[in-house]
């Protein structure tokens, strides 16, 4: 099982501030059945230029492997990517050194403190695609400028993008909750992850938001999550079939 959206090294962000935090993270992450794991701290091109970042990132890695027990890092199979803050001068840049380790996928986060949808978000998403990247957008439940028109995120899918959605979500069992579920039903959310931070902000919770997953939309739904974040995990496609959702007296059906 794959979790492939995490700020568990240490130092890097608003993620786990020292190395015994960031183990305490991997072995709950060992113990919820995940052996792939992508490390993805926060990246903000209008802040720090990529090679800062990836020597940073290395430093990080260097400082957690040297004091984690030998069998803890044997049991994972670890990759390394970024979360990339949404900027219009993402299309300046070399994003291939963010990606996922060995992949053409890029995980994205859109502002989430704003209303309105971002200035030249389509632009810029289409030409990272033509670079040969696929965008995974981060937390697609944050961004109430998005889900305020679902057909948006249909759009997305049907120009090979990928949506991922956050365990906690997933487990809350309130409306945005329920509302991410009618996405996964549609396959419009292809991907949870944790996006653990910390063992009190948002702990790793993968194993609950599968079940919570399974029960709602059936075993076969929870599976092809799992499969996919680890098709994802390996640089393979996924077949996806989206559902274009409509707005019916105020509902999305």
């Not at 492939?4 to 305490?24: F, K, W, Y």
């Not at 993805?40 to 802040?47: A, K, L, Y």
């Not at 027990?69 to 963010?98: M, R, T, W």
């Amino acid at each position: 099982m794959t979790d492939l959206h995490c700020h568990i090294l240490p130092q890097m962000d608003d993620g786990a501030r020292n190395v015994e935090t960031s183990i305490e993270l991997l072995n709950i992450e060992k113990n919820q059945g995940v052996n792939n794991l992508i490390f993805t701290s926060h990246f903000h091109c209008d802040d720090e230029p990529v090679d800062s970042y990836i020597a940073r990132r290395a430093d990080a890695v260097k400082n957690l492997a040297s004091a984690c027990p030998s069998e803890l890092i044997n049991h994972f199979q670890f990759k390394f990517g970024a979360e990339v803050y949404f900027s219009p001068e993402l299309c300046n840049i070399d994003l291939a050194p963010l990606c996922f380790t060995d992949t053409s996928y890029l995980l994205v986060e859109l502002p989430f403190t704003m209303s309105l949808r971002p200035q030249f978000l389509s632009e810029t998403l289409y030409e990272i695609s033509c670079s040969g990247i696929t965008p995974i957008i981060a937390h697609v439940e944050r961004y109430p400028y998005i889900l305020e028109d679902l057909t948006q995120i249909y759009d997305w899918v049907e120009a090979g993008y990928m949506v991922q959605t956050n365990a906690a979500t997933l487990v809350r069992g309130d409306k945005m909750s329920a509302l991410m579920m009618k996405l996964i039903k549609w396959d419009l959310v292809h991907l949870v992850a944790t996006d653990t931070h910390s063992l009190h902000k948002r702990p790793p919770q993968l194993d609950a938001a599968l079940a919570a997953v399974s029960n709602k939309l059936g075993d076969a739904a929870a599976s092809r999550l799992i499969q996919n974040g680890d098709l994802v995990f390996d640089n393979y496609e996924i077949d996806i079939n989206p559902y274009c959702p409509r707005k019916v007296l105020g509902t999305w059906k």
